[in-house]
């Protein structure tokens, strides 16, 4: 019997485990993330031949919490990278279904593409309508961040959006404000980091690890010139560069391990090389944020740390004191992606936003 409240099914999948929850209205009723590694992942020679065991584990988890299909009212899904989208929600339908089903140069398919398909699945099957909310590749940069260096190489949308809108609603909401009315720089750190402005409700400029800071377990932006020389020195296959890069670049390089609360027990401890290098990847983070800032002219009302990291008094302290001068700073450690699939859909079903169609081209 379907009562006023919402319940929302949450389906956010990653590379080998698949995020789940349930939500009444706001309210998060429970979440689980069913971990895949024991089903023998390498078994299947494509990422879309794991739908079915995906979404056989959606179904679990919703008779453990004495649930049927028919008793959601809503899917909200995560929004893979296989498209470009704007911010907001998108309905999952046929256009949406063809999208994600298909690989195409610069948009492989992904673990992330899978929530859309699972909830593609579910709504043929149970008639149960079906969104995604804030994609990976977001699209909300101002006409001159698109440029880079070289005109057949623009720079792509993408980098935490699921994340830091929600997180900045909720700085705007203990601002007694509106995310739609604030400028907002936003810092996801992690093990990629991110920084992010937020101009009143769109993300307008980025600087991702690729092109930033180091991170953890990530190169940054290395010199061009020596990049191409490693290139093409014989030393490295492809693979094995773009692992040096994402994967094996950063403080694991530099320390041996990515471990943060290791290395800044140790800096704590007195590790001077561990110190150090916490005191670098602060030091370059700030400067990405510095030059964010001017894409509003300086015109700040907060800057907000977010993310895993975040919770490092260490890390924060020193971002703190480079960026303390912009505006004020607000902390709201961790992750809430969950949270914000299920309140963006939410907000779609009371009305209070309207979902886009995809239409190709």
Not at 228 to 236: A, D, I, K, N, R
């Amino acid at each position: 019997m379907k009562t006023d409240s919402i319940q929302i099914l949450v389906i956010n999948t990653g590379s080998t485990s698949t995020k789940l929850a349930l939500f009444r209205d706001e309210e998060l009723i429970t979440s689980e993330s069913a971990d895949h590694t024991l089903h023998g992942l390498d078994k299947y020679d494509t990422v879309a031949e794991q739908i079915p065991m995906r979404t056989e584990a959606v179904l679990q988890f919703l008779a453990k919490n004495n649930t049927r299909p028919d008793q959601v009212d809503v899917i909200a899904a995560r929004g893979g990278a296989f498209g470009i989208f704007q911010g907001g929600g998108y309905e999952i339908d046929d256009a949406i279904l063809a999208l994600a089903s298909v690989p195409r140069e610069g948009f492989p398919m992904t673990a992330s593409s899978l929530s859309v398909l699972i909830a593609g699945e579910l709504k043929k099957q149970y008639g149960i309508p079906a969104y995604f909310y804030d994609a990976v590749r977001t699209d909300e940069l101002c006409d001159l961040a698109r440029y880079s260096g070289v005109s057949f190489i623009p720079r792509i949308a993408g980098a935490h959006p699921l994340n830091t809108k929600e997180v900045g609603r909720r700085a705007a909401a203990h601002l007694g404000s509106h995310y739609e009315d604030l400028n907002l720089l936003i810092l996801h750190l992690g093990g990629g980091i991110s920084v992010e402005m937020h101009e009143k409700g769109r993300m307008i400029d980025k600087i991702c690890s690729e092109e930033g800071s180091i991170t953890p377990e990530r190169a940054g932006k290395i010199p061009n010139d020596s990049l191409v020389e490693l290139c093409f020195s014989g030393c490295y296959t492809q693979k094995e560069l773009m692992k040096l890069l994402r994967g094996r670049g950063g403080l694991i390089d530099y320390l041996g391990t990515s471990d943060m609360q290791k290395i800044t027990t140790a800096a704590e401890e007195g590790d001077e090389k561990a110190r150090t290098m916490i005191e670098v990847m602060a030091y370059m983070t700030a400067k990405d944020a510095g030059a964010l800032a001017t894409t509003v002219k300086g015109r700040i009302d907060q800057v907000i740390f977010t993310g895993g990291l975040a919770y490092s008094d260490l890390f924060t302290s020193l971002l703190r004191e480079r960026l303390s001068f912009l505006a004020p700073v607000m902390i709201i450690p961790g992750s809430f992606e969950l949270e914000a699939l299920a309140h963006g859909v939410l907000r779609i079903m009371n009305r209070q936003e309207e979902a886009h169609r995809y239409e190709e081209g």
